[in-house]
């Protein structure tokens, strides 16, 4: 899969690295717009274990400026993809996340569900595969260990 060198980026759409929790609300309202019959949002979460060891903690890291522009190029190929798209959001969180906190929002806007859903399966599956972004899992039974995201 290749993705555009040098996206278009469109100022409806919202793409960030931060610090400070994600927020659901903000995300969707990121998104709205009068000419959507649908937003699809993925909310990706800290769970309690990973591969049966439990998990206590993660703690992401990003190359933010090549994560941001993955985000970036992740829009325009979905505008390639799915031309009726209103909105893109993606953002990340990075540093320290307890279990139940939110790590990643994806979410698409669009006049039509099936292309919302399918826009969005693609962004949150291209992130993982291509986002410069790495996660240290903490454990209650074994030492840590860090992994490439998501």
């Known amino acids: 899969m290749i993705l ?4 278009v980026i469109l100022p409806q759409d919202s793409f960030a690295i931060k610090f400070a929790p994600l927020s659901v ?16 949002m993925m909310s990706g979460m ?11 903690a993660l703690e992401y890291q990003a190359y933010e400026p090549m994560a941001l522009q993955v985000f970036q190029q992740i829009a325009a190929k979905i505008r390639n993809n799915w031309e009726s798209v209103q909105r893109v959001a993606i953002h990340h969180r990075v540093g320290r996340l307890e279990v139940g906190e939110i ?28 986002a410069p972004i790495w996660k240290k899992e903490y454990y209650s039974d074994r030492e840590p260990s860090w992994v490439k995201c998501c």
């Open 103 to 130: 790590s990643v929002l994806v979410a698409v806007g669009c006049p039509h569900r099936e292309s919302a859903f399918a826009a969005c399966q693609y962004a949150i599956d291209t992130l993982k595969d291509r």
């Open 4 to 7: 555009a060198a040098v996206p």
């Open 46 to 56: 800290v769970r309690n274990q990973t591969e049966g060891h439990p998990v206590i």
């Open 25 to 40: 609300d903000e995300i969707y309202t990121l998104v709205d717009d009068r000419a959507n019959g649908a937003i699809v």
